[in-house]
């Protein structure tokens, strides 16, 4: 399924954008800066225009009319957690984690 509509907005919570900011730094001085920038470029844009398509879902969250999804990248080996609004175009960016045993822990 494509999502058609506005673009959504999205928004990370600053525990989450001050981690994107240490790793940025960590890939820089590991030789995966390149890579890392066209993971951030990707998912800004995939987030922006296809949230739900980008991602796994992962939990429901009926109360707050959201669910979670997840994305991993290869290349880089990070985890990205995000919230979709189920009715608004909303993107809330909770998670960016290098996987444990990756080139950025």
Avoid: N
């Avoid at 959201?66 to 994305?71: G, H, I, R």
């Amino acid at each position: 399924m494509s999502t058609s509509g506005p673009p959504f907005r999205i928004e990370f919570l600053p525990p989450c954008l001050d981690r994107v900011r240490v790793l940025t730094e960590r890939a820089k001085a590991v030789g995966l800066g390149r890579p890392f920038a066209g993971f951030l470029a990707e998912m800004m844009r995939d987030l922006q225009r296809r949230p739900r398509e980008w991602g796994d879902p992962f939990t429901p969250l009926h109360g707050m009319q959201a669910v979670v999804y997840q994305k991993y990248s290869a290349a880089v080996e990070v985890r990205v957690e995000y919230l979709v609004h189920d009715t608004e175009p909303e993107v809330v960016v909770r998670s960016f984690e290098s996987l444990p045993r990756g080139p950025l822990a």
